[in-house]
Nanobody
Framework: QVQLVESGVGLVQAGGSLRLSCAAS????????MGWFRQAAGKEREFVSA????????YSADSLKGRFTIFRDNAKNTVLLQMNSLKPEDTAIYYC?????????????????WGQGTQVTVSS
């Protein structure tokens, strides 16, 4: 049974930083491209960032480049999202996801497995 479990402190002030973690189990972690998405209240789920199987290539939403960084530790079956200079508009539920393919990484439909999500709230 595949499980993706997100964790991270949920409340931070604007301008602050936060690191989210996603622990994976039940799958060959190094065979999956990993991604982060987020969904704000009343909005569609949107792509945040993705990282290749080896960790050598990363992809990020243009609007988040320079503030958010994704990285992974295949030895620990973990993918992380470092978020800096947070803004109130970053408030959302953040989801970790895994895909066996490496195309259209910005599309939620391409992902095979999802975590339950973790709430991130940025106060002004």
């Amino acid at each position: 049974q595949v499980q993706l479990v997100e964790s991270g402190v949920g409340l931070v002030q604007a301008g602050g930083s936060l690191r989210l973690s996603c622990a994976a189990s039940g799958l060959m972690f190094s065979s999956y491209t990993m991604g982060w998405f987020r969904q704000a209240a009343g909005k569609e789920r949107e792509f945040v960032s993705a990282i290749s199987r080896s960790g050598g290539t990363t992809y990020s939403a243009d609007s988040l480049k320079g503030r958010f960084t994704i990285f992974r530790d295949n030895a620990k079956n973990t993918v992380l999202l470092q978020m800096n200079s947070l803004k109130p508009e970053d408030t959302a539920i953040y989801y970790c996801a895994a895909t066996a393919i490496s195309r259209r990484l910005g599309s939620p439909q391409e992902y095979d497995y999802w975590g339950q999500g973790t709430q991130v709230t940025v106060s002004s």
